[in-house]
């Protein structure tokens, strides 16, 4: 996806920018101002508006609560006469009624009821009021005189009284209806025009105005809800006419849960009004002083942009190659840049010169580099091919380079890069010698008539390094191998003449470094067939195409089956059974062989938790894995992921990991250690200086190579060298296992030489997991 970036403001001419960058400036800062003092005005009018509010809220519970008391006066009156208690001890209902009448009019109230004990209730009133007040004595908290209740015909507020003689034998109750005309005599209170609503639940449990006059909405639930939960505070509610200011009282029923809540609200955009002609005054103001600020800044921009035209011009004029020298009026900026572009000009010509060499030299060796390399190629190419001649391209790079540069450091290894292209350009002085990157050189030698000129180049070559070269006092022993490919037979194109030319120096280095082969045909194919094998093993990776079989380890001293060799298995859909030979290499090339060996551990480990406690699983390292620097995570994750214990996984390595340094690998096995795991150094015997490593590090095993095995029962020597390792590892405390045991002559020598266990065909060839308990247990059957 092409991502287009924001358009930019275009102007010709300076003057106008620097006008329009400081209006946006001062526009920009305006607004700033416009928004702090408009967030001013804002909070003001919030801060006056919920004062209101809570002001507002408090009046109405004063006027409520003296309301009250001058009705439980007015009611308590009726309570204590003796004619009143009389009639109702008697259930004379026309005299009660006549007394309920009578106080309605005394008190101003709309309606009043009687409610004897059983739930009866007497007077005149609305029957939603009647049945409603019937239970409400009764469920009153102990001390409650009032409460709210809300009908189908709306919200009314009740006062009770209770008449006693001497004990309570009825209750005398008031409702007034909180209606429209109640909502407005406390608007009225107010000193800003609030809205007083009475909101009630509906049968859903949502709340909304009793007079339709605000809807119902999540909003207002929520607003509600915040109220009734204790947090009852001015606050921001969408209505019907827009944003409001909003204060929810709730009204407590007569179980002392909210039956009704009293809203009270101002419009948002009312309180704002007061302060529209200061905000009017404001944007005038702001455009006022924008447009002085535009007119003072393009009079300082022609004075600015003036002399930068004539700068302009002569850039112009620089652009198309005539050279242009500017008259410096003064000592300013402005002078001062005129004499830079004087300058400038005078050494543009030498800097392209230089550009141009850098762009196709290598900043090191000062040898045309790999882009110019390229375009010589492909025109030497074209032209033997124009002529029918041959054009000969030579690979070559340094043997241990990297070495050399981990133990040096890399100034000397690029001094020894700098001498090398000396070399080179010396000895080819007839060729195009060109520095491709890092350690590798190409050399194109165009037709000659002596058809083994590039042998006899590619050997003199040879024969110079030979010799330790002398770098900045260090007397350094190298080589270089090289690959030669031979225009058109082997490429009519760069890509191919340099393809195979890396496939010949490929080749090279596998036959020992230090020599030099021409392309061949088979070479092509050898790298088809191998890359194939690659993208090969990587689906097999991420498909699961491996599985393990295990190899028993033979136990002599106990008799019994003492552990497991993990051996890698690769089925192939089409290929069938791939030899580990054939895959490993090229695994450990391609680095893949980390991923697969962190998987042979998991795998290993994993079916090793189903064995006994005393069967070890061993697993073989490759150095490539070992050296990884995540290796010891590998093998912790492993045996946690498993529950393996660490002293029944045993590592297998080589002596091949001791040739980066012997400190590193030391440290790193001691790390293993520490963690309980095993180490067992394999194929002892086969390297250089395994003493040495049996000085530096206590192995727990050697397993002795099966090139000894194989002669031990018939030659002396062979069975004079296995004794002498048995007889080093028992003084080194370690256990012994003798590889590649394939008949029982073999095995009576070891056993009676005191080697610890056997591997080998006599015992058992490599099995599936499946079969391992069965072998296990079928060995221990035989064994008891």
């Given amino acids: 996806m092409t991502v287009r970036a924001l358009p930019r403001w275009r102007f010709r001419h300076l003057r106008t920018r620097l006008a329009v960058q400081y209006g946006v400036l001062f526009a920009a800062s305006l607004l700033v101002v416009a928004i702090v003092g408009q967030l001013v005005i804002w909070g003001q009018a919030r801060d006056a508006v919920r004062a209101e509010l809570r002001t507002s809220g408090s009046v109405y ?12 006066d007015s009611a308590s009156v009726l309570t204590r006469d003796f004619g009143f208690r009389s009639a109702v001890a008697s259930g004379d209902r026309p005299t009660i009624e006549s007394a309920l009448a009578s106080l309605r009019t005394r008190a101003d109230v709309p309606q009043a009821f009687f409610v004897d004990l059983q739930g009866q209730v007497f007077g005149t009133g609305s029957g939603d009021v009647r049945r409603a007040i019937a239970s409400v004595p009764t469920t009153l908290a102990r001390g409650r005189t009032e409460a709210v209740i809300a009908t189908r015909t709306g919200a009314f507020r009740l006062i009770v009284a209770p008449v006693l003689a001497p004990n309570e034998i009825g209750w005398v109750t008031f409702a007034l209806p909180l209606d429209r005309a109640e909502m407005a005599a406390l608007q009225h209170l107010s000193a800003i025009p609030l809205a007083a609503t009475i909101l009630t639940r509906d049968a859903k449990g949502s709340w909304h105005g009793v007079s339709s006059d605000v809807a119902g909405s999540r909003a207002l639930d929520a607003f509600v809800a915040t109220a009734i939960g204790g947090r009852s505070e001015p606050a921001f509610l969408a209505l019907r006419d827009g944003d409001a200011l909003a204060l929810a009282k709730p009204l407590l029923g007569p179980a002392g849960k909210p039956s009704a809540v009293l809203l009270l609200s101002y419009p948002w955009a009312a309180a704002m009004a007061a302060y529209r002609t200061m905000e009017v005054g404001i944007a005038l103001a702001g455009v006022m002083g924008l447009l002085l600020v535009l007119l003072g800044s393009r009079r300082l921009a022609n004075g600015i942009a003036r002399p930068i035209a004539a700068l302009d011009a002569a850039a112009r004029a620089l652009e198309e190659g005539t050279r242009t020298e500017l008259l410096v009026e003064s000592d300013d900026e402005v002078g001062r840049l005129a004499q830079s ?16 060499h850098l762009a196709f030299h290598d900043t090191l060796t000062s040898l045309p580099n790999r882009t110019y390399f390229c375009q010589q190629l492909e025109s030497e190419l074209q032209r033997s091919l124009k002529r029918g001649q041959r054009t000969t391209l030579l690979c070559l790079d340094l043997d241990g380079f990297k070495g050399i540069n981990d133990s040096l450091g890399h100034p000397i290894g690029d001094a020894l890069l700098r001498q090398m292209g000396d070399i080179l350009s010396r000895i080819a002085s007839d060729a195009v010698v060109a520095r491709l990157g890092g350690d590798e050189f190409a050399i194109i030698l165009a037709d000659h008539d002596d058809v083994d000129r590039p042998r006899a180049l590619a050997q003199a070559i040879l024969d110079e390094m030979r010799s330790p070269l002398l770098v900045d006092g260090h007397q350094i022993a190298t080589g270089a191998s090289i690959g030669i490919a031979i225009s058109p037979n082997d490429g009519a194109d760069s890509d191919a003449l340099l393809k195979n030319a890396d496939l010949a120096l490929y080749r090279a280095k596998q036959d020992g470094r230090g020599v030099f082969r021409f392309f061949e045909p088979a070479l092509d194919a050898a790298a088809r067939k191998r890359r194939a094998l690659e993208l090969d093993l990587r689906e097999a990776i991420q498909s699961g195409q491996f599985r393990l079989n295990f190899q028993p380890i033979f136990d002599l001293k106990r008799d019994r089956i003492g552990g497991f060799e993990a051996l890698l298995r690769w089925e192939h859909p089409t290929r069938g059974n791939v030899p580990p030979i054939e ?5 450990e090339e391609t ?4 991923a697969i060996g962190d998987w042979v551990m998991q795998e290993a480990c994993r079916q090793a938790t189903a064995w006994p406690a005393h069967v070890r699983v061993a697993v073989n390292v490759s150095p490539l894995q070992f050296r990884n620097s995540g290796f010891p995570s ?3 994750q492993a045996l946690s992921h498993s529950g393996l214990s660490p002293d029944r ?6 002596e091949s990991v001791f040739l980066d340094g012997e400190t590193t690998v030391v440290t790193l ?13 394999d194929d002892f015997g086969t390297g250089y200086s395994s003493l040495s490593y049996l000085r530096s590090f206590p192995f727990d095993k050697i397993k002795i190579d099966k090139s000894f095995v194989d002669a031990v029962a018939e030659d002396r020597s062979a069975a004079a060298i296995v004794r002498a390792i048995v007889d080093l590892a028992t003084a080194l405390h370690m256990e012994t296992t003798a590889e590649g045991v394939e008949d029982r002559d073999q095995l009576s020598e070891l056993r009676g030489q005191g080697c610890s266990s056997i591997q080998g065909y006599l015992f058992s060839r490599p099995i599936e997991g499946n079969m391992v308990a069965a072998m296990i247990g079928s060995a221990m059957s035989a064994a008891a």
């Fill in 583 to 587: 895959f490993i290499s090229v695994a």
């Fill in 634 to 636: 590998v093998i912790f």
């Fill in 61 to 72: 519970d004063r006027i409520w609560a003296m309301r009250a008391h001058a009705l439980m």
């Fill in 341 to 356: 572009f004087n300058r400038m000009s005078a050494g543009i010509v030498e800097r392209e010169h230089r550009i141009t």
């Fill in 669 to 681: 096995l001691h790390k293993l250690r520490a963690m309980g795991v095993r180490i067992a150094l």
């Fill in 649 to 654: 996984l045993e590592i297998e390595i080589t």
């Fill in 591 to 594: 680095g893949l062989i980390i």
